[in-house]
């Protein structure tokens, strides 16, 4: 999912009450008393900070997870130009199973401006449903303790049949956290239990979600 996908995503009005029975959640987010709580800080994740450039994130990288710069994959977005440093760690934490870990330099900073943390369906081949689900209900109640901007808070906001957000949450400073939980489209002939077991679980921490670094056409270029 690219920065504008993900913008757009985080920038959703829609909040609807959870039907699907894939996360549950015994308390709303909005339902806490958040004035008690100490605000949020998303600078970034882990030892990788926004604002680093791309020698920074690695040495955070091989920090963090000891993965050699030779590990570490790198991508050219072929429309926003942003570059991403991949990574694949196993067991990030007890539940989920492997991650695959994206920073995402942007296109005129070069600098850190969002962390992508995928588990589940395209990460590997035998994803476990069941730990996915139980990585998004953890990290859930993890973030739900802190305090966030009202207007942007959200928890088990369906979108769509395949689409939630499972956990989104602005700091004082406007940076994003979004977590996401994915199911497949089921196509032709293709078994309804397979199609609910393609679970993916995104977490994202996103520096700037409304004006994000990526390229774009200037007004008068065309």
Do not use: C
Not at 22 to 31: D, F, G, L, P
Not at 97 to 107: D, E
Request: a positive charge.
């Amino acid at each position: 999912m690219s920065l504008r996908q993900t913008t757009l995503l985080a920038l959703s009005v829609f909040l609807f009450t959870l039907t699907t029975g894939i996360v549950e959640a015994e308390t709303s987010a909005k339902a806490e008393k958040l004035p008690t709580k100490k605000w949020a800080v998303l600078d970034g994740f882990r030892s990788a900070k926004f604002g680093m450039d791309k020698k920074q994130v690695t040495r955070a990288i091989s920090s963090d997870f000891k993965i050699s710069p030779s590990k570490i994959n790198m991508n050219v977005h072929p429309t926003e130009k942003t570059t991403t440093l991949n990574v694949l760690v196993p067991e990030l934490m007890d539940a989920g199973g492997t991650a695959r870990i994206g920073y995402i330099l942007g296109q005129k900073s070069k600098k850190l401006v969002q962390v992508d943390v995928v588990w589940g369906y395209g990460v590997t081949k035998n994803a476990n449903t069941k730990e996915v689900i139980a990585a998004a209900n953890l990290l859930r109640e993890h973030f739900i303790k802190k305090r966030y901007k009202e207007d942007m808070l959200a928890a088990n906001a369906k979108i769509s049949d395949n689409l939630m957000i499972v956990f989104r949450g602005v700091d004082k400073k406007g940076r994003m956290v979004l977590m996401t939980l994915t199911t497949a489209t089921s196509k032709d002939g293709e078994d309804a239990k397979k199609v609910t077991e393609k679970v993916s679980l995104r977490l994202s921490y996103k520096l700037d979600p409304i004006s994000p670094d990526i390229l774009t056409i200037k007004e008068g270029d065309f």
